[in-house]
């Protein structure tokens, strides 16, 4: 239901901006995010975004990562900028329904996920 696109492989410094479409269900009154995973580490929290179009980053991206909505297409987008060699990772859209606050940043948290786009940034 949901499909991650958008990543390729960039040099460091330049931008990238990923897409996630919602099908089947809109999540336009949920709780959209974006969360990442690099080769051997633990899927990590990146953006997300609420309904009211509040937003919140990890603290690591704050200023070069941007969570976007257009919600009358049910799509999410995450604009980066700068990026580092660190960024590197497979990078997830998810959503929920409905998400305590505290559990924002844990991806046990939301119940739908799209399958992935990679993000390689070159030295």
Do not use: H
Not at 1 to 14: D, F, K, N, P, Y
Not at 88 to 114: K, N, Q
Request: net charge positive; with cysteine.
């Amino acid at each position: 239901q949901l499909q991650a696109s958008g990543g390729g492989l960039v040099q460091a410094g330049e931008s990238l901006r990923l897409s996630c479409s919602a099908s089947g269900r809109s999540f336009s009154n949920g709780v959209m995010a974006w969360f990442r995973q690099a080769p051997g580490k633990e899927r990590e929290f990146v953006a997300v975004s609420w309904r009211s179009g509040a937003t919140y980053y990890a603290d690591s991206l704050k200023g070069r990562f941007t969570i976007s909505r257009d919600k009358a297409k049910n799509t999410m987008y995450l604009q980066m900028n700068s990026l580092k060699p660190e960024d590197t990772a497979v990078y997830y859209c998810a959503a929920s329904t409905s998400i305590i606050l505290s559990r924002v940043r844990e991806s046990d948290g939301y119940g739908y996920w799209g399958q992935g786009t990679q993000v390689t940034v070159s030295s």
